[in-house]
């Protein structure tokens, strides 16, 4: 059946069997499978390769219009039918996986997960449960005598294996809790620049003024519940740590997840960047933050009213804005500005005056008497302290 150039009905490019496969395979679907299973439907006649032909045409269409598959997160949905390059299909799995540090379960994984996922070769043959894991991490960090070097082993484990990292955290809370926290938490945010390895969040700069909702639009996960946000001008009781710190967000949803139960990939930690007034910083050649004097006033709110609204938009309005480690004149204004609108709260007001309060409920119950009738001193200049006089049960 060859037909050379030139000949009666002849279109000059060779088999005419090789045109009718390359008509079939422009028609072929190829329906997404387990891995290691590709279904291909090929067409049997002239007939229904035109009509396949329509619809892959048509589908185009709808997708150009803005429709097609629902994707309400942006996610693949590997059980539909998808036109696609005929043959071509992609697994996340070998190489890939043991680099994603959400589902990266090291040597953990098992013959049979091995097998499946292209792990092969990838991995020393032996299997290492989970438990054997958290007893080799642990034997490891208690060998550092630095708590900044027992920090930097802890999210370089986050980094790699998330999975790992919060079963180790919350078997061992009391011994790691003052690592991946207060107080190890704060000397990371003044060192962050030097330890800094790879973005565990979103950072908002003033120069994003304008397009902070592409910002956020850059972030992976799309079903977010809890966003930890601050602009670094109160860290702890370090002052004005600009960009760095990103550590106090970072830290405070892995306790959200190893003691609330929270999902990780519910868990947005941002730092809005708008300068530092620290001169050390601005000095320091290794300061990962925008290199000038913080902004203030208009200038500020009309960046923060900006990242409210796209955080709305984005994630609807039941997500959770915890506001952290803001200066005061920042902190309160804030949150009576976002408090109608927005799902929002202020561990430094109205997290440690709840705990506050509930301590001296319980007091109560050991020395007797009511409230009103106990003298209380406040010590300190944290915020809490200058929003208990508003409080109503002070």
């Known amino acids: 059946q060859w037909k050379r150039g030139g000949g009666a009905g002849s279109r000059g490019d060779g088999c005419t069997s090789c045109l009718e496969v390359r008509r079939r395979a422009a028609a072929v679907t190829v329906r997404a499978a387990q891995p290691k299973r590709v279904e291909a439907v090929a067409m049997e006649s002239a007939a229904e390769t035109a009509e396949a032909e329509k619809e892959v045409a048509a589908e185009k269409e709808v997708a150009a219009a803005g429709g097609g598959v629902e994707d309400k997160y942006g996610e693949d949905r590997a059980t539909e039918e998808l036109p696609v390059t ?62 900044l070097q027992r920090y930097v082993a802890m999210m370089d484990l986050q980094e790699r294996n998330e999975r790992l990292f919060y079963k180790l955290l919350i078997d061992n809370v009391e011994e790691l809790l003052p690592v991946v926290y207060t107080p190890t938490v704060g000397e990371a945010c003044q060192k962050y620049g030097s330890i800094f390895r790879r973005p565990q969040g979103l950072y908002v700069s003033l120069r994003d003024k304008g397009k902070v909702i592409d910002v ?31 550590g106090i967000p970072v830290g405070k949803l892995s306790l959200y997840t190893a003691l609330g139960g929270v999902r990780p990939s ?76 927005h799902l929002v709260f202020n561990d430094d007001i109205q997290g440690t005056a709840s705990v506050v309060l509930a301590g001296l409920l319980s007091s109560l119950k050991v020395v007797g008497g009511t409230l009103a009738e106990h003298t209380y001193l406040f010590l300190g200049a944290g915020e809490v302290s200058q929003y208990s006089p508003r409080c109503n049960f002070c």
């Open 216 to 246: 956020l639009r850059n972030w992976p996960e799309r079903n977010i519940q809890v966003i930890v946000v601050t602009d670094g001008e109160r860290i702890l009781g370090l002052g004005d740590l600009g960009c760095q710190g990103m």
């Open 86 to 147: 005929p043959w071509a299909f992609s697994v996340a799995s070998g190489y890939t996986l043991l680099r994603d540090p959400h589902h990266n379960k090291g040597l953990a994984f098992t013959e049979r997960e091995r097998d499946a996922h292209y792990l092969r070769g990838l991995l020393p043959p032996g299997v290492v449960s989970q438990d054997l894991q958290v007893k080799k991490i642990m034997h490891n960090l208690r060998q550092y005598k630095v708590p």
């Open 266 to 341: 519910a868990c947005l930690p941002i730092t809005i960047d708008v300068g530092t007034n620290n001169e050390q910083l601005l000095n320091d050649e290794f300061y990962i933050g925008l290199r000038q004097r913080r902004a203030t006033g208009e200038e500020y709110h009309e960046l923060m009213e900006e990242f409210m609204d796209a955080v709305k938009q984005i994630y609807g309005e039941k997500v959770l804005i915890q506001f952290e480690d803001f200066a005061n004149h920042n902190a309160f204004d804030l949150l009576a500005k976002y408090s109608k609108s």
